[in-house]
Structures are given as structure tokens and as C-alpha cells.
């Protein structure tokens, strides 16, 4: 049985990695201790390493061997607490006020100088264990949530641990941008041959896998009714190794783990390698698996427009207001600032934009603009008859897994509009070669 649970959790562990996160696992401890952070490794079965960039903690006040009072106003706070209070939005509750955040500078007591408490002994001990060794007899700077005979805090301290298996409640994964368009997809099969889609956000160990499904529903499957757990890619015209944030290294060899058979004598995992040739290896060999980073790894950063929110690589912009004068559509100077700028590989003069897969978006049309002036004096526009006569239709179209619609388009340098008949949304970009 041991070996089930493991086999499940290998998976678990390095499944879901490729969706970029600044913390993107999240281990939840049987004793309730919680670290964000990114697992490095792990000895199949015995430990796991993990690189800690955050740990959130409740325990009695009693195994604090020094506390000393720190508060902070915003000013005095360092870059890593700041960026923590805008993620949490909390930032201006701070910033804009004279209000100082509750801080305090502790250091635990050796375990032999501790007593732990009879009705909760197990969980007390592995909680113990773990901050022990995330703290490493040191003093940190921590954020007070509470505090009296037990104290609850934050501390982003960073550092490199090794926990043990056993001592793991669940491992949680930050779920994909609602916007990604490449990435890894889990695909579950079970006992009764069901297939499931979409991005493994949970496991509990030693009970259930909850997985996101590409519709946005939420299905737990049972340990012992999964089959297979297999990895697709989001993007069908790019290759895994480029969607891929990380490689699985398995006792020194980098690859992939495309396949993980569970319900199986003699479980085992398939690894592809980047010259796609693929290899069965029974887990009974495995000892270590590690996570390292993907240099191939490209995240998309072309055109992404949604119903609410629009990047050109990787920046927010809006559509520009334009002046219907005479049958021609002008630039307002005031959405100038609104110009986004593209660059084009030398070899391939390609745009790649992606939407919502709607109908009104797929005669979205890239549209070369006439342009006076410069700078902030530049004037751009276009008529109905540019529209009908020059108006760039895509040369692909393919839909994601996630049901985002691509269209590629082929242009040269120059000032552009996309445009959208069918919603009337325009956004200007002067498209430039990548030097």
C-alpha cells in the first residue's frame, strides 16, 4: 500500500509544476503548519526537499524562547514584506497611513526545553519538528496575526529543507493563469475508464487527487480509483518542451514524466526525452526525481485579448477610442499612450494572438494604418475601403485544450490596427524586427 501512495504522490509532486506561480506548492502539514515555496526533489517514498519562501504557523506562545517586540512602519519594511502586503492587499492599509505592522523577532526553544501536550502530542511533535527545521536554531522576523497562549505568524524567510513524507497532510499547486496559452495538462483516467482534463490543484495524500477541470469544475478522485495519471500540452502546435516550466530529472536523466501508470503490479512512469524518444521505467528503480528549471521553456507573449483584459507581450493595455470622420477612423491623440509595441523574429514575420474562442473574434483582422507625424504629434487612421482591401487575414487557426482561440497572422514593420469589426474594438501597435 505504501507503494500505491507513493506512486500517486510522485505525480502529485511534479505534475503540475509548469504553471508559473512565485510560490508554486504549497505544503500543508499534518501538525497545521503551511510553507509555500517550490519542491527541488524528493527520495521516493522518505523526503521531499523544498526551497521555503514562506511558512505560516500557529503554535503555543510556551516554545518561544525569546520574543522581542518589531514594529515596522511601511518605510522600514524591506522589499520582500512589502511585495507580501500588496500581494495580500493589505498595502495601503499601510503605505497610506501611519499604521505600523505588527512584527516580532522570536527564536523557538530546544526541543529538550519543551513539553508537548498529551491530547495532541502527534501533531504537536511534527509541527515542532518542522519549524525547528525551518528555523535552524536561528531568529526571525515574523508578522503577528495573533497572539496570547498559542501565536499565529508569517515569516517569508527563505531557505532549503528537507521534510519528511509522513509528516505531509496535502500538497497544493497554484492554479494557471486564467490567460496562459501554454503550459501542461493532467489527465487522470480512472477504474472505470473516465478521463479527466484539466490541472491537478491538490493532493491529499494518502485519500484523493482534486483536479481543476477545463470547464472550471472541481472533481476529487480517490486514490485507489485512479488508473493513470498522464501529461498533455495545452498548446497542441507547440512541442511539451517548450510549455514546460520544468523537466523532471530521474536519477540524473532529464525528460519528462508523460505517463504514470498506478493501478498496475508493477507501477511505473514513461519519461520523453528532448530527441522524443520515450522510455518505461518501473518506480521500483527510481530513487530521486528533482525539478530543474527548462531553458527551452517559451512562454507565449504575443497578443492575448480576453473579455476584460488585453496583453501585448505580457503588458495590460486597452482598446483606443477612434474618430469616425468621413468614413475614415482617426487616433485619438489622447489614447497615443495607448501604441503598444511588438517585435518580430528576424526569420518569421509571424503575430500570434490569442482570445476568447467566440464567434465575433474570428474576424479579428490585423490592418497596416496610414500614419503622419511622430511621437506624441502622430496621427494614424483608416477607412471602410482599408479595412475591405488591405485588412490581414490570419493564415492559422487552431483551438487550445482551454478552449483559447490562435490566430496567426503575417505582417511586416509598421503601424497596425487589430481590429474586431464585429465588437468594434480597436488596438494600435507599431510592430518593429527583433534586433
Known amino acids: 500500500m505504501k507503494r500505491f501512495f507513493c506512486t500517486i504522490g510522485i505525480l502529485a509532486l511534479f505534475c503540475t509544476l509548469n504553471s508559473y506561480a512565485a510560490c508554486p506548492e504549497k505544503l500543508n502539514f499534518k501538525g497545521g503548519v503551511v510553507v509555500e515555496g517550490h519542491i527541488l526533489s524528493q527520495e521516493i517514498g522518505e523526503t521531499i526537499t523544498f526551497s521555503v519562501e514562506r511558512t505560516f504557523v500557529t503554535m503555543p506562545s510556551k516554545w518561544i524562547a525569546m520574543r522581542v517586540e518589531a514594529n515596522r512602519p511601511y518605510s522600514a519594511l524591506n522589499a520582500t514584506w512589502k511585495q507580501w502586503l500588496k500581494d495580500s492587499g493589505t498595502e495601503s492599509e499601510y503605505k497610506e497611513s501611519t499604521k505600523e505592522i505588527a512584527m516580532l523577532t522570536l527564536k523557538l526553544l530546544d526541543k529538550s526545553k519543551i513539553k508537548l501536550s498529551t491530547k495532541n502530542k502527534q501533531s504537536d511533535s511534527i509541527s515542532y519538528n518542522v519549524l525547528s527545521n525551518i528555523f535552524n536554531k536561528e531568529s526571525r522576523l515574523v508578522h503577528v496575526i495573533e497572539d496570547g497562549a498559542y501565536i499565529s505568524f508569517i515569516d517569508l524567510s527563505n531557505c532549503v529543507c528537507k521534510f519528511k513524507w509522513s509528516d505531509i497532510y496535502s500538497v497544493e499547486f497554484a492554479e494557471r493563469e486564467k490567460h496562459a496559452l501554454n503550459g501542461i495538462v493532467d489527465v487522470i483516467e480512472d477504474i472505470d475508464e473516465n478521463i479527466y482534463k484539466g490541472q491537478i490543484i491538490e493532493k491529499i495524500l494518502e485519500e484523493r487527487i482534486r483536479l481543476k477541470k477545463t470547464d472550471g469544475m472541481i472533481v476529487n478522485i480517490l ?196 481590429y474586431i469589426p464585429k465588437t468594434g474594438k480597436c488596438y494600435f501597435c507599431n510592430i518593429k524586427t527583433l534586433k
Open 223 to 418: 486514490n485507489e480509483n485512479i488508473n493513470s495519471i498522464k501529461k498533455e500540452k495545452l498548446n497542441p502546435d507547440e512541442s511539451i518542451f517548450r510549455q514546460a516550466q520544468y523537466l523532471d530529472d530521474v536519477d540524473g536523466t532529464k525528460g519528462i514524466i508523460i505517463c504514470q501508470q498506478v493501478n498496475h503490479p508493477s507501477p511505473y512512469i514513461k519519461m520523453l526525452y528532448a530527441d522524443e524518444n520515450e522510455k518505461q521505467i518501473s518506480l521500483d528503480k527510481i530513487k530521486i526525481i528533482r525539478s530543474v528549471e527548462n531553458k527551452k521553456y517559451e512562454p507565449l507573449s504575443d497578443i492575448i485579448i480576453e473579455s476584460d483584459e488585453v496583453y501585448f507581450d505580457k503588458r495590460k493595455t486597452f482598446p483606443v477610442v477612434c474618430k469616425n470622420r468621413k468614413g475614415a477612423f482617426a487616433l485619438e491623440k489622447d489614447s497615443v499612450k495607448n501604441i503598444s509595441e511588438l517585435y518580430l523574429n528576424q526569420n518569421k514575420h509571424l503575430i500570434e494572438v490569442y482570445f476568447a474562442n467566440s464567434i465575433p473574434n474570428k474576424s479579428a483582422i490585423f490592418l497596416p494604418v496610414n500614419n503622419e507625424g511622430t511621437g506624441k504629434d502622430i496621427n494614424l487612421s483608416f477607412s471602410y475601403e482599408d479595412v475591405l482591401q488591405k485588412g490581414i487575414l490570419p493564415e492559422k487557426q487552431s483551438i487550445s485544450i482551454n478552449n483559447t482561440l490562435r490566430m496567426v497572422y503575417k505582417v511586416t514593420p509598421g503601424y497596425y490596427v487589430l
